[in-house]
């Protein structure tokens, strides 16, 4: 084996650590366990805004009770005003009916309001329930999902270890000058090699080459592909 022979066998086994690399990244059950983690935090953040809103629900209830208080304290000031100091005549009188009516349209109001919000607030709370039973669910698809992965993760991960040493025993054959250039490659075209096909294309990008460079190539010269950048080989 020459030197680009070498270099080309070490391709074939860091390829196919890569490919390994690959399969674990896109495994489905890992795509589906991501996809569940997202679904739990957004089920979570929901959950913190139902709770939020219902806490502002209750705060405004306060609210109102106080203010129901004072109106009905003020209703029953009124009331023994209108006792001790009768109406003089019927300009007084309409002023107290008036004070009445504006007390008891306020307390009114105030109970519709308590009513909706009560309303309201249970709603949310049916929704908590809700959400609270799914997030559940997704939780134990997740764990059941985590010791599947985990399982096929350590399969994967073995595999991909056994095919990374095979590839570093390579590596040690190839030339350290060989190793920088492919690595360099690689980083924007990998396979960083290529053969040379149907004795006149790059097998990586398809494109043919000139007569000139093809000369090069037969003469076992070092020649990179001027489209993709790759190491031609034959
Ligand atoms: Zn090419």
New binding site residues.
């Given amino acids: 084996m020459n030197h680009m022979e070498r270099l080309w066998d070490y391709q074939e086994a860091d390829v196919a650590a890569d490919n390994v690399n690959k399969e674990i990244a896109r495994s489905p059950k890992r795509l589906r366990l991501l996809k569940l983690r997202d679904n739990i935090k957004k089920q979570q953040r929901f959950l913190k805004t139902l709770e939020n809103e219902v806490l502002a629900m209750l705060d405004r209830i306060e609210i109102i009770k106080e203010a129901i208080g004072m109106n009905e304290e003020q209703l029953k000031q009124l009331q023994t005003k209108i006792q001790t100091e009768p109406a003089q005549d019927s300009g007084e009188a309409g002023a107290y009916i008036s004070e009445v009516q504006r007390i008891v349209k306020d307390l009114n109001s105030f109970d519709q309001e308590t009513k909706k919000i009560r309303q309201e607030a249970a709603d949310r709370e049916k929704k908590q329930r809700d959400v609270k039973r799914l997030a559940v669910k997704i939780k134990l698809e997740f764990d059941e999902l985590r010791d599947e992965y985990n399982t096929e993760y350590q399969t994967m991960s073995g595999e991909l270890k056994r095919l990374r040493a095979i590839a570093a025993e390579k590596a040690k054959l190839v030339d350290k000058e060989d190793m920088e250039r492919y690595n360099a490659i690689k980083k924007h075209s990998t396979p960083p090699m290529?053969k040379l096909i149907d004795d006149k294309l790059?097998g990586?990008?398809?494109?043919s080459f000139p007569s000139s460079v093809l000369i090069d190539i037969k003469a076992g010269k070092y020649v990179e592909?001027e489209?993709?950048?790759?190491m031609i080989i034959l």
Avoid at 204 to 207: A, D, S
Avoid at 227 to 230: D, K, L, N, Y
């Fill in positions: 290529a790059c990586g990008c398809n494109m592909c489209t993709c950048g790759r």
